[in-house]
């Protein structure tokens, strides 16, 4: 029998200071300790990235869970990663420039966003984050392809780092996430000793987004 | 190297990878990515480059250790201790 798919919500929002008033009503939805490690950003444009992203965050989990978003508790796990206290509801949030993206479902998942940077792409980079076989396919490939399927590549496995909690502590090149032979992302993977589903997200041109999850997903949009 | 030269020599690091960075006032015991903006990729860098210019090799399992500059100092400065400090920049940052 084939299981059903994991249900999983996908908001975006903008993180630019364009809109002061939303800055500010996701400024108060902070506790202490978030509005203390915004203000430790050096520049202020981290500072209302930081701001916005994780207010817009408590925003959307308040509204999902008809909970009051200013009152929302997190924890980190061992390695890190923010979960929510009391709630069996799992989220990933990721930003990338004035990009910021969510994910929420009743499972693990890892969501991760990248903009795309030619100056970035370098062979020993590569060469650290890939499997072989993945580099060997990569290594041959025109540098505009190159460029591209780094970012899909890093974004896909940047997901699976965060959906198992380990971060860069699970070794970006010791599993796949391109199918073999090709620069194209394969539908699951194996890292961490369990088995990962894997979605591409629509992105524009300049950007690459991933989405792993314990099962093969269903991702609704929802704005 | 000296203690306060192993900062020099990460924070010479991190200004080749994030250049618009402000790092004067980084402080020691707080979380680097909590005070810039550094993504995984820029961390795979720092160890990249600690590699290249030192021939430190910091496995994943350490990684965590390298999160605030005091981590850096305590677990760099014995492995660099009998190195000499090199600042791809040319000049040391304070």
Not at chain 2, 22 to 35: A, F, G, I, K
Not at chain 2, 80 to 90: D, N, R, T, V
Request: a negative charge.
């Amino acid at each position: 029998m084939v299981p059903s798919p994991l249900e999983v919500r996908l908001h975006r929002t903008q993180a630019c200071a364009s809109d002061a008033a939303l800055l500010q009503r996701r400024a108060r939805l902070l506790d202490p300790e978030e509005r203390a490690r915004a203000e430790r950003f050096v520049f202020e444009r981290h500072r209302q990235r930081f701001v916005a992203a994780h207010g817009f965050l408590r925003e959307v989990l308040g509204r999902a869970l008809g909970r009051d978003p200013a009152r929302l508790s997190f924890e980190i796990e061992a390695r890190g990663k923010p979960r929510l206290a009391g709630a069996e509801l799992h989220f990933s949030l990721t930003h990338t420039g004035d990009h910021v993206l969510l994910a929420l479902a009743e499972e693990p998942l890892g969501l991760d966003a990248e903009e795309v940077r030619p100056a970035r792409v370098g062979t020993d980079l590569a060469r650290r984050v890939m499997a072989a076989e993945e580099f060997a396919s990569w290594s041959g490939a025109p540098r505009a392809e190159q460029v591209r399927a780094f970012f899909r590549l890093w974004s896909a496995k940047e997901s699976v780092m965060k959906a198992c909690g380990l971060g860069l502590e699970l070794a970006p090149g010791g599993f796949s996430v391109f199918s073999p032979g090709k620069l194209e992302l394969a539908s699951e993977t194996g890292a961490a000793g369990s088995p990962w589903s894997l979605v591409e997200l629509p992105a524009p041109e300049e950007y690459a987004a991933a989405l792993a999850t314990p099962r093969p997903a269903r991702v609704i949009e929802t704005g | 190297m000296t203690q306060d030269e192993v900062i020099i020599a990460i924070k010479d690091i991190i200004a080749q990878i994030a250049p618009d960075e402000d790092l004067t006032n980084l402080e020691m015991d707080v979380r680097l990515r909590e005070q810039i903006e550094l993504d995984s990729m820029d961390f795979l860098d720092i160890v990249m480059e600690l590699r290249k210019l030192y021939g430190v090799q910091v496995p994943e399992k350490d990684y965590m250790e390298l999160a605030t500059l005091a981590g850096c100092v305590k677990y760099l400065h014995p492995l660099l201790e009998k190195k000499p400090l090199h600042c791809a920049q040319g000049a040391p940052i304070s």
